[in-house]
């Protein structure tokens, strides 16, 4: 096995075009060296001939077959070691940075992004943020030796069924004694070791569950049975099976934590793929989105799209934009402030899928017939609409996300909004530098509202701009839009009893549409005269925040002239030059 000490090698290929190069892409766009290497390693997606490109994916997600030649590169490139934080001996030292070189994948196929390695990361993030040196040694082993480590979930109630059925573990002298079945684990086939949420206490409540692991290696008694292939209708090139347990004997060693700490811990280790999965999930909608772009373009002697679909493909594009900045500022805050970004991760999962949804379906008035398409050149589209509701865990996420706000929601009411001292601007500036990343750090209570400071902050400011130019001015009124709909909340909120129900989570919705909105301001406003020239532009804030505005109800007035050509004209742009479509912007393989 591999010095644990050492860092990992990075064995990517180098990317093409050294800094400074003529063809070189502007400052704010340049992507962390790995991303932008195993995005040239992928190669032209749109290449017939390349094994990693958009053909040779769907033939395997057709036939239901995991990419294999794509996962062989990425295991020479050594990406799981990603996955494991740097004082292990991997490279994972920021969630921004990660989440950018995992884009690459993701924006080609969301099955692959899955099955090949980020489901070790969300296993082994209980591991790295509550187990001992030698639990965190071993699964670095596993990681860095090219195993695979997989999440076994504890039940939740009408869930989807990868979180139904569960395992039970019993105290035994010297161990535990572990039983039970999942139906539904990915790669639970070819994992090599398993972070299980198991039953060991028959009273309900927070102390209900603990963490335990299963492996690497062998259990001392008892019987694990790898049950067969479960075919799900996305994400079909991922592998879901079933995992039978039968008086499986684990030592006083498997425990993770203590005793009854698997709720905390879940609540605490799961804030990451609250952020990292509509992170990385959206670069299949870019994706989806340059598609679209293509295909309303096509034959137009103009290069641009018919009127009819310049407001629709604007639009997108300024929800990517949004969802981007959301997403990008809750993974940031796990770095800069870690015990206050457990209710912004539970937001940006609660969110971004219902918007990532709705601009599937406005994409699909722009692609027409084309979006049946199942070729090289469209077929991704009806892919990402299959595979999206598998990515999120439909329902399901959403309901574990409602449980984290809700309660919340009064005591924010009283004590945090309006009080809450506004957080550095650095949250709002993706790229830039950070602390590194202490998964013990995360916590899973906070009484501080880091977004809505931003909000009443960045609208404060803009109202003392007065008679600016016509988006200034229609931005300045969006955000006090958004301040007065705070303030309802807060009324509503103070009010809300101990019983939750259907009124509070109608509230939920309103506030995390509220903290997106905040996000869209904190990077405008990070952004403007020093960043990125088109983010700190306010076009792009005024169409985000008019769309989300529309979202909630509040009144808002049609952006100014230009306002949706400025966004379109960007986008086309990057489509050309071949950027991406999120707020980093940066050079594409094809």
Request: with cysteine; charged share 20%.
């Amino acid at each position: 096995m591999r010095d644990l000490h050492a860092p990992a090698r990075d064995s990517l290929p180098d990317a093409a075009g050294p800094a400074g190069a003529p063809d070189a892409p502007p400052p704010w766009t340049t992507e962390p060296l790995r991303a932008a290497r195993l995005e040239a390693a992928l190669g032209d997606p749109f290449d017939p001939g390349n094994p990693h490109g958009h053909l040779a994916l769907l033939r395997a997600d057709e036939a239901r077959q995991v990419p294999e030649a794509t996962e062989a590169l990425l295991a020479e490139a050594g990406v799981a070691a990603e996955f494991v934080p740097h004082d292990l001996g991997g490279r994972l030292t920021s969630l921004e940075e990660l989440a950018r070189v995992l884009r690459p994948l993701f924006r080609r196929d969301l099955a692959l992004g899955y099955g090949f390695g980020i489901t070790s990361l969300f296993a082994a993030s209980s591991v790295w943020t509550a187990g001992d040196e030698e639990q965190r040694r071993a699964l670095a082993g596993v990681l860095l030796g090219g195993g695979r480590v997989t999440i076994v979930h504890r039940e939740v109630a009408h869930a989807n069924a990868i979180l139904r059925n569960e395992m039970d573990a019993e105290r035994r002298p010297g161990g535990w004694l572990v039983g039970g079945r999942k139906d539904v684990v990915i790669n639970a086939h070819r994992a090599d070791a398993f972070v299980m949420y198991a039953r060991t206490s028959r009273e309900a409540g927070p102390r209900s569950h603990s963490v335990l692991m299963l492996g690497p290696g062998a259990p001392a008694a008892g019987e694990v049975r790898r049950l067969g292939r479960v075919e799900t209708p996305g994400m079909r090139g991922a592998h879901f099976s079933g995992l039978e347990l039968d008086g499986v004997a684990l030592p006083d060693g498997a425990l993770v934590g203590a005793v009854g700490d698997g709720v905390s811990l879940a609540l605490r280790s799961f804030q990451i793929s609250h952020c990292l999965i509509p992170a990385t999930v959206l670069a299949g909608v870019d994706a989806v989105l340059r598609s679209a772009v293509r295909a309303a373009t096509e034959n137009r002697p103009d290069g641009r799209p018919s009127r009819r679909r310049q407001k629709a493909l604007a639009g997108v594009f300024a929800d990517l934009l949004a969802c981007d900045a959301m997403a990008v500022t809750g993974l940031r805050a796990m770095s800069l402030l870690p015990e206050e970004s457990y209710l912004l991760g539970a937001a940006v999962k609660y969110t971004m899928p219902d918007l990532l949804r709705e601009d599937l379906e406005e994409l699909a008035t722009v692609f027409g017939g084309r979006g049946y398409d199942r070729g090289p050149v469209y077929g991704g589209f009806q892919k990402l609409v299959r595979d999206l509701p598998v990515a999120g865990l439909g329902h399901a996420g959403t309901a574990v996300c409602q449980a984290v706000i809700v309660p919340q929601l009064p005591a924010l009411a009283r004590t945090a909004w309006f009080r809450t001292p506004e957080p550095p601007a650095d949250l709002f500036r993706p790229g830039a530098p950070l602390p590194a990343f202490d998964h013990r750090r995360l916590a899973h209570s906070g009484t501080d509202d880091l977004l809505t400071a931003t909000l009443a902050g960045v609208a404060g400011r803009l109202a003392d701009r007065c008679g600016g130019e016509p988006a200034v001015a229609a931005l300045a009124d969006l955000a006090q839009a958004f301040v007065a709909e705070l303030r309802v909340l807060r009324t509503r909120c103070a009010a809300l009893g101990r019983d939750f129900g259907p009124q509070a989570c109608a509230l939920a919705d309103r506030y995390a549409l509220v903290l997106s909105a905040a996000a869209v301001l904190g990077v405008w406003e990070a952004q403007e005269g020093a960043g990125d020239p088109f983010l700190g532009e306010p076009a792009w804030a005024v169409l985000a925040l008019s769309r989300i505005g529309r979202r909630l109800g509040v009144p808002v007035a049609d952006p100014p002239a230009g306002v949706v050509e400025a966004v379109l004209d960007e986008a086309l742009d990057r489509c050309r030059q071949g950027r991406s479509l999120d707020v980093y912007g940066t050079r594409l393989a094809g």
